[in-house]
């Protein structure tokens, strides 16, 4: 049954109804009813919540998303773990159904009555951060702009219109500090009450064990460790370089920006010229593999882009699956920079991805964890960056990939900081607006590098992690991110000496979809370990060394 403005109460009845009647299945039978009814319910709730970050002030929109989440979805979280509680009680089913029958232990495992009331209000808090930030705009030269528009902005040659992009920007994010730190300190309540109904320790135990995590936490503070060892040194000797090269006293945050190894600006496209921008990233994918620029194409003669930023859109970008759809959505906010060629060949990473999936007959064979995820998009971004020809001269290529290899080690740095930050949150018994500024304080000096000054920012520079989404609406996940760029750099080795053979290793791991472990997809289907500590972050490192010292 199909969601509407005005049938919300059929909709609901339908919805209880199913579910009663499939609770009272057996067997097989009992799976395949209920993969049935959650993947159809499932698919009209991510369309609302595309449509939701598309449009953060439509009011129709947001009050059809509030009916599912705050009338449905509680009350089919509590059937999918009685689904579940029954699934478990047998062992006699067909081997396809393994990873199925694991996923249905640890729902019920941590389900408790209280919680998908809680959840409903961590919900209606993610989704006010999205409003809030999609409605923040920053001013330059007079004229208004999008809060996601500052990255472009401070791209600029122009000092002064860089110091104002980033003046501005602060302004919105100190003026609304309140409201960010109000909002994420509940959330974290929330969750720690999640994971305490849910007989764990603490939520980092609770989000270990839903995502069905195949490393632990201990995993996570070696990956910090390594980044302090090998790349923060390496963040450092950027900074100098730059520093040197602009001949400045100090180097400030608005000075980090742009690129200091291109001779001018780059505009790889007009983010008004969409098409030239489709057509271009189509183009570099082509050369890597036929089948995916085929399939890239598809989903844009489908209308399954929503590309440039205007006011009023969520932050961010993403690829959003959807089970009984044959194509995913790619949403994302496109200004104009090389960081945007980069998120589209991304995003396509994950849609390709879902489209070798479709051939399952049960979604949760469809379904995969965020590790393989990332890294199907990753490692597609990186190896189409050295083929985005459409877009620049050779020398221009050259520069902008000088910049991304640079930047990617720095990405290595981010990612420790905002993991290692979220831990620390979680670990703190008591968290209120001092502690959680002091915990930000604390993990981001030990990531950021020495040489850049804050001493103008320090209002700014306690508030810089609402500028990341993930740790209000996607907690915990930020290591895959990590994960994927460790994994990318070992199939760019294998792609830069057979790329036939790196293809055929990427494809075969992304087409295993949730029919095996995460850890058997790294091993049977990339080839590579599923490991992110010391050894493979300094070979990651040094691959991406490797790139900056050829393009010299």
Request: aromatic share 14%.
């Amino acid at each position: 049954m199909q969601l509407t403005s005005d049938n919300h109460d059929e909709f609901k009845e339908w919805a209880f109804n199913t579910v009663e009647d499939i609770k009272k299945l057996e067997g097989v039978e009992l799976i395949e009813k209920s993969e049935e009814f959650f993947a159809d319910y499932y698919d009209q709730y991510a369309e609302l919540q595309v449509k939701h970050t598309q449009r953060t002030n439509d009011e129709i929109v947001d009050k059809e998303l509030s009916f599912m989440r705050d009338e449905i979805n509680p009350v089919l979280a509590e059937a999918g773990a009685k689904i579940a509680e029954k699934v478990i009680k047998r062992d006699d089913y067909p081997a396809q159904f393994k990873e199925y029958v694991k996923s249905a232990r640890v729902t019920h495992e941590l389900f408790h009555p209280d919680i998908p009331e809680l959840q409903k209000r961590a919900a209606r808090l993610e989704t006010d951060y999205e409003k809030k930030y999609g409605s923040l705009t920053i001013e330059v030269n007079g004229e208004k702009f999008p809060v996601t528009k500052a990255g472009k902005l401070l791209e600029s040659f122009d000092k002064d219109i860089r110091k104002e992009a980033w003046n501005s920007l602060k302004k919105a994010f100190v003026e609304n500090q309140e409201f960010f730190e109000k909002n994420y300190i509940e959330l974290v309540n929330l969750r720690k009450k999640i994971a305490e109904k849910a007989g764990c320790k603490d939520y980092i135990e609770y989000i270990f064990k839903a995502k069905l995590r195949e490393y632990t936490p201990q995993d996570c503070y070696d990956y910090h460790e390594a980044v302090k060892k090998y790349v923060v040194p390496r963040i450092n000797e950027f900074q100098k370089k730059r520093k040197s090269i602009l001949n400045v006293e100090r180097l400030y945050p608005y000075d980090c920006g742009f690129s200091i190894n291109a001779k001018h600006e780059l505009h790889p496209f007009d983010p008004k010229d969409e098409k030239k921008f489709v057509s271009g990233i189509k183009n570099a994918i082509n050369k890597i593999s036929p089948d995916i620029a085929k399939h890239f194409q598809e989903m844009y003669d489908n209308k399954r882009f929503d590309l440039i930023a205007r006011e009023n859109k969520a932050p961010g970008g993403y690829n959003m699956p959807f089970v009984t759809k044959p194509y995913s959505f790619i949403f994302m906010n496109a200004n104009g920079t090389h960081r945007d060629l980069n998120t589209l060949c991304h995003e396509e990473g994950h849609a390709w991805h879902g489209g070798l999936t479709m051939k399952y007959k049960y979604p949760f064979e469809k379904d995969y964890s965020a590790e393989v995820a990332e890294t199907a998009s990753t490692f597609l971004e990186h190896v189409s960056s050295e083929k985005l020809n459409d877009f620049y001269s050779d020398e221009e290529l050259r520069w902008a990939l000088k910049d991304q290899w640079a930047s990617e080690i720095g990405l290595l740095s981010w990612v420790a900081t905002i993991d290692k930050f979220q831990h620390e949150v979680f670990k703190t018994d008591v968290l209120d607006n001092e502690k959680l500024r002091e915990i930000w304080k604390s993990v981001s000096k030990e990531f950021r590098g020495e040489v850049v000054d804050w001493e103008n920012d320090l209002d700014f520079e306690q508030i810089k992690y609402a500028q990341q989404l993930h740790p209000f609406t996607h907690p915990f996940y930020y290591i895959e991110y990590a994960i994927c760029f460790i994994a990318s750099a070992q199939l760019m080795k294998i792609f830069s000496e057979n790329p036939k053979e790196a293809l055929e290793r990427y494809n075969k791991g992304l087409s295993l979809g949730g029919t095996v472990s995460t850890k058997e997809v790294y091993e049977t289907g990339f080839g590579i370990p599923l490991k992110f500590g010391e050894e493979q972050v300094k070979l990651a490192v040094e691959l991406y060394e490797k790139k900056l010292k050829e393009l010299e």
